[in-house]
Nanobody, 125 residues
Framework: QVQLVESGGGLVQAGDSLRLSCAAS????????MGWFRQAPGKERQFVAA????????SYADSVKGRFTISRDNAKNTLYLQLGSLKPEDTAVYYC??????????????????WGQGTQVTVSS
């Protein structure tokens, strides 16, 4: 089993930056696809970014391209999401997720079998 714990969220102003962290524990020796999703009240959970755990491939939602950067530190078993040029519409609970079986950088919630508890990001105008 894999456990994921997000941190780094907070209240910021439009244009500010944040770095979210996702600490992984348990069976992290598998070739997971790691991703970030976000969910605003009353809306469906949506894809933000993904990358392979051991490769170099990355994928981003169009809404965050050029502003957010996904990265990892395998030695620390940690996934990161750097959020820049934040906008009020970025306000959401951000979730870290992992897939133990997806062979590609999936953008589908259903392809991820491990999830963190989420961390709140609030961007004021």
């Amino acid at each position: 089993q894999v456990q994921l714990v997000e941190s780094g969220g907070g209240l910021v102003q439009a244009g500010d930056s944040l770095r979210l962290s996702c600490a992984a524990s348990g069976r992290t020796d598998r070739s997971y696809t790691m991703g970030w999703f976000r969910q605003a009240p009353g809306k469906e959970r949506q894809f933000v970014a993904a990358m392979s755990w051991r490769g170099t491939s990355t994928s981003y939602a169009d809404s965050v391209k050029g502003r957010f950067t996904i990265s990892r530190d395998n030695a620390k078993n940690t996934l990161y999401l750097q959020l820049g040029s934040l906008k009020p519409e970025d306000t959401a609970v951000y979730y870290c997720a992992a897939s133990s079986y997806a062979w590609s950088l999936s953008r589908s919630v259903g392809q991820y079998d491990y999830w963190g508890q989420g961390t709140q990001v609030t961007v004021s105008s």
